[in-house]
């Protein structure tokens, strides 16, 4: 269990202090160590995505109203717009590790992000006071790469109505959009493409300004050989973890909250570990129900290959495969008629040896096991839930804070 992407509002805040935390926002767009490389950044835009690990860091002047029927934007006094995955801010990266509690991390996130800012506005100074716009709660399971990959296609076929709008199928990620939003995406390929190299970025520049406070100051400090394969091999590390994580997410948005709330936007304060978990479980159970027969059919599929494989060889299973196809759509009797009697009859009995038989048109498969198991479903009581905690000192901990004292300590 895991809380990621949050986005809060401040409360109001005066012009002199809008005007201060605006100039700071634009010097700490991009905090850079010796070697140039970026520690962490504030950006005043909008995050690309989820596996963006900038903070969004936004003063304000309008806000969203609710006006009759519609929402519009209106002109209001200043505030502070924050959003950033809380998972990256205290960790460094999301594919382990279970940050929950959630006003216990607000009211850290809060003073953290002050201290980052150089705000000692009392904004900074409470976070229970603070709206929620924007929570995510997130959920690892131990699935191996091809059990990922059964999983998605779970999805490929099956028609959601009620979410069909914007909805997104990969071969390694399913989104669909929605007043609370389910994402499902294999971690491994995601953290090769986005967060490999900013964790190697990160332990190189730690361990350089650990190595400068040891050496005298007029020399230079370089990593040796056997530094750089350790800090490679850490990364390897992390990499195979991810490659067999399946991340799952449920992204509750500003309307959900707003419903859920009484038309209005919760304060820090109101949100606990209980409601983000519940709002996820009901997500999870509305789509896998909606979707249950199309879901079953393709892994029923999928059972099939996956035991013709294991007992036949490749061209083999194909050719069995097509048969069976054939078999279920169309019936016995069609089937008959295609094949010359002694191939049906040798294709049937292949089938029923390797465990794959029928009555009639109803096709009957020997429970087995594919690389998916069969009773797996996203939930947090799954025996394949990843729940680890990440110790002090740990490679999966590289809070960005800790990391700016670390390389500015005298």
């Not at 003063?59 to 990256?88: I, N, Y």
């Not at 699935?143 to 071969?171: H, I, L, T, W």
Request: proline share 5%.
């Amino acid at each position: 269990m895991a809380i990621d992407t949050v986005k809060l509002r401040s409360p109001s805040i005066d012009e002199g202090t809008a005007w201060a935390l605006e100039q700071l926002c634009i010097l700490r767009q991009g905090v850079r160590v010796e070697s140039g490389e970026v520690l962490y950044e504030i950006t005043t835009g909008e995050l690309d995505g989820s596996f963006d690990s900038r903070i969004m860091f936004k003063v304000m002047r309008e806000d969203w109203v609710a006006v009759g029927p519609t929402v519009r934007q209106m002109p209001c006094e200043p505030f502070v717009l924050v959003e950033c995955s809380w998972h990256k801010f205290f960790y460094g990266q999301n594919v382990h590790g279970n940050p929950h509690n959630f006003p216990m991390l607000a009211d850290l996130f809060v003073n953290l992000l002050g201290e980052i800012m150089a705000g000692d506005h009392e904004i900074f100074h409470d976070a229970s006071k603070w709206e929620v716009r924007r929570v995510d709660w997130a959920e690892m399971f131990r699935v191996s790469p091809a059990g990922q990959k059964e999983f998605f296609r779970m999805f490929r076929d099956v028609q959601y109505p009620r979410k069909a709008k914007k909805a997104a199928r990969y071969a390694t990620a399913v989104h669909f959009p929605g007043t609370a939003t389910f994402r499902a995406y294999s971690k491994g390929p995601e953290f090769a493409l986005h967060g490999a190299a900013v964790l190697r970025r990160a332990l190189q520049a730690v361990l350089m300004a650990e190595k400068r406070r040891a050496a005298p100051a007029s020399e230079s400090v370089v990593l040796s050989a056997q530094e750089e394969r350790v800090l490679r091999r850490k990364v390897r590390a992390v990499q195979k973890l991810a490659d067999y994580r399946l991340r799952v997410e449920v992204q509750i948005n500003a309307k959900k909250l707003q419903y859920d709330f009484k038309g209005r936007y919760p304060k820090v304060s109101e949100i606990t570990d209980d409601y983000l978990i519940s709002v996820y479980k009901d997500q999870v159970f509305k789509l896998f129900k909606e979707g249950k027969a199309e879901m079953e059919t393709v892994r029923t599929y999928d059972q099939v290959k996956a035991r013709l494989n294991q007992c036949y060889t490749k061209k083999s299973a194909n050719a069995l495969l097509a048969f069976w196809l054939q078999y279920s759509v169309r019936g016995e009797e069609a089937v008959k008629a295609e094949y010359p009697k002694r191939t049906f009859y040798f294709n049937r009995g292949r089938l029923v040896k390797a465990g794959v038989s029928w009555n009639s048109t109803d096709v009957f498969i020997v429970p087995q096991d594919t690389a998916l198991p069969r009773d797996f479903i996203p939930m947090p009581d799954d025996p394949r839930r990843s729940s680890g905690r990440v110790s002090a000192n740990s490679v999966f901990r590289f809070c960005p804070v800790e990391q700016y004292r670390l390389l500015h300590a005298a």
